[in-house]
């Protein structure tokens, strides 16, 4: 049997569970320890969506582990996090297609502070591709982008389940939450060079609405966020035929806080409210 969870409960002995008698919650009423006690593991932290959803989890208050192979920028970013008010940051350099480096993390991430209750919030965000006409594509390049965009997902999700079950059950939140940023190539293929890139996003969306349908009575909250294009390097580094932030729209481009902030707001619904599919375009965007 499942131990009682130790939440505390929303209503007070007595009240009406009408909308107007529920108390708010911390981030309802703005405060910026709401994600405060928490535990997040963040993987590609070490640049774009990654590092921005890292510092805005921080800045909730959340203790966030950063993972990804560049130590060096991770170092950076946990220097950052750790100068400013909000929660701490502490570095895991690993490859995200390895999954016993992905366990290890994880189990470290989770077991700091001695005591643990757990992971709260496991971000998937590590992610890669290869663009491109499939006629002349080298196999070796699907096969890394689906190793980092699915596989990493695998890794990294097997490893923080059981965490994330735990601090389900237990304080501060009482709900537990993984997200993976998936993409609007995750919902409609937007043309045949995106073609594995699509299919890594079309299987991780999937496989989150899996996992939503399971865990959805134990409290772990899983969504996917789904951006259009965002300016990171992922689109600015001159990759053929990947999306390319660099040429002119005429229209203003995604930023990765705009995608943090998406990430954010999911995470710090009220216990009973799962949001489970973000889909967050340029509002000029017409595909
Ligand atoms: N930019 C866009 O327009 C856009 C749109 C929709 C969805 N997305 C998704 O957003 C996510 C983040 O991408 P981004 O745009 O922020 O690009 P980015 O700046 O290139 O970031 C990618 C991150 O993934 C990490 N990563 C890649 N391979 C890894 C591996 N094998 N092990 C561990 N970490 C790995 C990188 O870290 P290291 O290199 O240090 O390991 C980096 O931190 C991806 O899943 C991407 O598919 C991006």
Not at 146 to 172: E, I, S, Y
Not at 183 to 200: E, F, I, K, M, Q
Not at 215 to 233: F, K, M, Q, S
Request: glycine share 10%.
């Amino acid at each position: 049997m499942r131990p009682a969870p130790r939440w505390q409960p929303v209503l007070a002995a007595g009240a009406s569970r009408s909308a107007g008698a529920r108390r708010p919650t911390r981030s309802e009423r703005g405060d910026p320890s709401v994600l405060k006690d928490t535990t997040a593991v963040v993987t590609g932290a070490s640049s774009g969506i990654g590092a921005a959803v890292a510092e805005a989890l921080a800045a909730e208050g959340a203790s966030v582990a950063l993972l990804a192979r560049r130590r060096d920028r991770l170092n950076g970013l946990a220097e950052a996090i750790n100068a400013r008010d909000g929660g701490r940051a502490e570095v895991y350099e690993a490859d995200v297609t390895d999954p016993d480096a992905v366990r290890a993390a994880v189990d470290a991430a989770a077991g700091r502070g001695g005591d643990s209750n757990g992971i709260d919030i496991l971000v998937n965000n590590a992610g890669s591709g290869t663009w491109g006409p499939a006629l002349g594509a080298e196999l070796d390049d699907w096969h890394a982008t689906v190793d980092v965009n699915v596989g990493g997902v695998l890794n990294a999700t097997h490893a923080a389940l059981p965490h994330l079950a735990r601090a389900a059950d237990a304080a501060p939140r009482g709900v537990a939450d993984l997200v993976t940023v998936s993409s609007l190539a995750g919902r409609r293929v937007p043309g045949p060079d995106s073609n594995v890139y699509a299919a890594t996003k079309h299987a991780v969306g999937a496989f989150s609405e899996a996992l939503r349908q399971e865990l959805a009575e134990r409290h772990v909250r899983v969504g996917v966020v789904e951006p259009g294009i965002v300016v990171t390097e992922l689109t600015t580094a001159g990759r053929p035929h990947a999306p390319d932030a660099t040429r002119p729209t005429g229209y203003g481009l995604l930023q990765p806080e705009d995608v943090a902030a998406a990430v954010v707001f999911m995470v710090t619904r009220p216990r009973h409210v799962a949001l489970n599919e973000m889909l967050v375009r340029p509002t000029e965007q017409t595909c």
